[in-house]
């Protein structure tokens, strides 16, 4: 089984630190993926990453920056965290072509 | 218009009845269609992912895919309250690797 852990399950920050967000996945799988979801407005992809030092911007970046040094491992970084990235993270990794496998999810709130 | 769109529901059927989740796309180079199921406080977890035309068959679930009309669907028979989610539909452009979801549909099945 594919196996996706996120770092933490619960994180509370205050406005204006540098917070990172770790996730390691076990299935030797070239892509990675960081969304956030809130209520009504399901999952919005952050970045993905297709490879190791690839990274490419989803649809709402902006706030986030993204790291992928080791195949295994995708970090998001918040570097300046403020009240409206108060939110669930969640990270995913896929083979090529194939569906994506979640992690467990970090509840984010910055207060 | 949204690169996957979904009815929010919330779909109420009874126990035993076939649910019918509906999901259109914009993408006419989409390839790769998935199904996840997301229980309250929890990750997505797939159900299905389907790739061509047609129908796909997988004990209670049944997704079927048309790629002229652009979208997919998802059958439930016999549904049971332990189906009570939101059903995500995700799609994934070909030769990309970037996967867009849709808001998700929420079901209650009535006892």
């Known amino acids: 089984d594919v196996k996706v852990t996120q770092s933490s399950r619960y994180l509370v920050k205050r406005t204006g630190e540098k917070v990172f967000l770790e996730c390691v996945q076990d299935m030797d799988h070239e892509n990675m993926f960081w969304y956030r979801q809130d209520p009504g407005l399901g999952l919005r992809l952050i970045y993905f990453s297709y490879d190791v030092k690839m990274k490419e911007k989803g649809d709402i970046p902006e706030g986030y920056s993204v790291s992928r040094e080791k195949k295994e491992r995708f970090s998001l970084i918040l570097e300046s965290a403020s009240t409206n990235q108060t939110s669930m993270y969640l990270c995913?990794?896929?083979?090529?072509?194939?569906?994506?496998?979640f992690g467990n999810g970090t509840r984010l709130t910055v207060t | 218009q949204k690169e996957v769109e979904q009815n929010s529901g919330p779909l109420s059927v009874p126990e035993g009845a076939i649910a019918s989740l509906n999901c259109t796309y914009s993408d006419r180079g989409s390839q790769s269609f998935f199904w996840y199921r997301q229980y309250s406080g929890k990750s997505p977890e797939l159900i299905m992912s389907?790739?061509?035309?047609g129908d796909k068959e997988d004990g209670r679930f049944t997704a079927q895919l048309n790629k002229a009309s652009q979208y997919v669907s998802l059958l439930i028979r016999d549904s049971q309250p332990s189906d009570s989610a939101t059903y995500l539909c995700a799609v994934r452009v070909g030769g990309y690797q970037k996967v867009t979801f849709g808001t998700g549909t929420k079901l209650q099945v009535i006892p």
């Open positions: 389907i790739y061509s035309n």
């Open positions: 995913a990794s896929s083979g090529s072509n194939s569906p994506l496998h």
